[in-house]
């Protein structure tokens, strides 16, 4: 493969784990509501990983079905990411061991990538450099996360917002005659915004009675960042690649509140139709929240060759990322 050639996705895949829990039941663990819920979040129901489901086993169930899409085998993987914050250990990596699960091979660059909930973009990004290197030449990218194992189930401002899943990706070359591409993406991360949104403990640093390892979130300054740094991701990739809001035919942005998504649309001067959403019935499900949509818009015919897409995300850090894709 020439370092030239297009880098296109040949398939997407996704897994969720089939226990629900709906508002009403979360209603019944901490002081909330249906109504509050819906009203403020737009989220209705998530998934809940439970019985032995890992951020592993849900990574490798949405790896294999983007392989089976793709129609390609374990073995024709060259470079695997897991785009993942809550890894089942934090050694090996995820990605090692959704490389044994899936059998992909011996000589596959395989690890993580923590973006948080912009992770999958970073992956994808980071993916394409290296295939447009021409060093590798197919890579499963994955985003999985398994939220609510850091969700204090106390906590009626977080906990109502996660729930857990995986969606992947597979790229590679073009396919002969294919115009499908990846055309653009953009990166970024707000200094000193660490503070905003956090599972404090955890990690290698000295221990705290205050440090715990559950999400913690000033909700409302998140919210005013993710709207900026989605909106600035979007005018920036379109502007520079020459492109207007109205020529995207669909836009899959970080699903975590509708209202933050309803703001972008807007702001892009997009028909709400055109944005992509599914979180009603996952919630944020962090990396995995815009290779899941993917998956999903494209299986129910909401893409179709030829459409310009937008992906759009936003997470801890404070990080955002964006691409633009020709399907
Ligand atoms: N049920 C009922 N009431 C709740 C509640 C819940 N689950 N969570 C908070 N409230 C209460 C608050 O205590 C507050 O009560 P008060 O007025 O008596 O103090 C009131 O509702 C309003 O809370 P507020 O935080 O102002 O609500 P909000 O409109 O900002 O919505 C979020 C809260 C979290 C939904 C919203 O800020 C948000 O989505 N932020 C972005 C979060 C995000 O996307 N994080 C992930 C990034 S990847």
Not at 161 to 168: E, I, V
Not at 172 to 186: E, F, K, M, T, V
Request: hydrophobic fraction near 45%.
């Amino acid at each position: 493969m020439s370092p030239a050639s297009p880098i296109a996705i040949l398939g997407t895949g996704s897994h969720a784990p089939a226990r629900i829990l709906n508002n009403d039941e979360l209603s019944r663990l901490v002081d909330t509501s249906d109504e509050w819920i819906i009203t403020r979040t737009g989220i209705r129901e998530r998934r809940v990983a439970e019985g032995g489901e890992t951020t592993a086993t849900m990574a490798a169930g949405a790896g294999r079905a983007a392989l089976a899409d793709a129609g390609l085998s374990p073995h024709d993987i060259d470079l695997l990411i897991v785009a993942t914050c809550t890894p089942d250990l934090p050694m090996p990596s995820t990605a090692c061991l959704v490389q044994t699960a899936l059998g992909v091979r011996e000589r596959a660059a395989c690890f993580d990538l923590n973006a948080a909930c912009s992770g999958f973009v970073y992956a994808l990004d980071q993916a394409w450099a290296l295939l447009a290197s021409g060093r590798y030449r197919h890579a499963l990218v994955i985003g999985a996360d398994k939220l609510t194992s850091a969700v204090d189930w106390t906590d009626r401002t977080t906990c109502v917002l996660f729930g857990d899943g995986a969606g992947a990706i597979v790229l590679g070359p073009a396919r002969p005659g294919s115009d499908s591409r990846l055309i653009d993406a953009q990166l970024g991360a707000i200094p000193g915004t660490a503070e905003l949104l956090s599972i404090p403990g955890g990690g290698a640093s000295p221990a705290t009675p205050e440090a715990r390892r559950c999400i913690t979130m000033k909700g409302k300054e998140v919210f005013k960042h993710a709207v900026r740094g989605m909106e600035e991701v979007a005018r920036d990739l379109l502007a520079r690649n020459g492109l207007t809001g109205a020529e995207l035919a669909c836009v899959v942005p970080h699903q975590a509140n509708l209202r933050i998504i309803h703001a972008l649309a807007q702001y892009l001067e997009l028909p709400y139709e055109r944005i992509f959403v599914n979180l009603e019935r996952y919630g944020n499900t962090s990396a995995a929240s815009i290779p899941l949509a993917l998956d999903e818009a494209r299986r129910s015919g909401r893409v179709k060759s030829g459409d310009l897409l937008l992906l759009v995300a936003f997470g801890a850090g404070l990080t955002y990322g964006g691409a633009l894709v020709r399907w």
